[in-house]
């Protein structure tokens, strides 16, 4: 499968998926602020890896919980959003994306030294 097409469906999956946090972030995520900061979209369109990033921070162990609980609702929502431009609605794994936690550690280092 051309990385093109991959990257289309990445940017399809991550676009969907933030408009679903935003409407249900109150309910499904405790009032946590989500993020979807990256999708990435196995070969065979069949497992898509949604990293995840929330604020605050503190809270986000528990965030991933609850959208791992919830991939199967998810799911749903999605194909309901994209069920006419995908053949196949790929699984949903989600992860922490620490990379904000990684640049104000550095920030903090920066400023103190």
Do not use: C, W
């Not at 503190?58 to 991933?64: C, M, P, S, T």
């Amino acid at each position: 499968m051309s990385s093109v097409r991959l990257e289309k469906v990445s940017a399809l999956l991550k676009r969907e998926l933030s408009t679903l946090f935003q409407q249900n972030m109150h309910i499904m995520f405790e009032g946590m602020m989500v993020t979807v900061t990256q999708v990435r979209v196995s070969p065979d369109l069949g497992v898509a890896k949604a990293y995840l990033s929330f604020f605050p921070t503190e809270k986000k162990e528990r965030g991933i919980e609850l959208a791992n609980e919830k991939k199967g609702h998810l799911r749903k929502l999605l194909a309901d959003q994209v069920g006419k431009q995908l053949r196949k609605i790929p699984e949903l794994s989600f992860f922490v994306d620490d990379s904000l936690d990684y640049f104000e550690e550095i920030d903090r280092l920066l400023k103190k030294g």
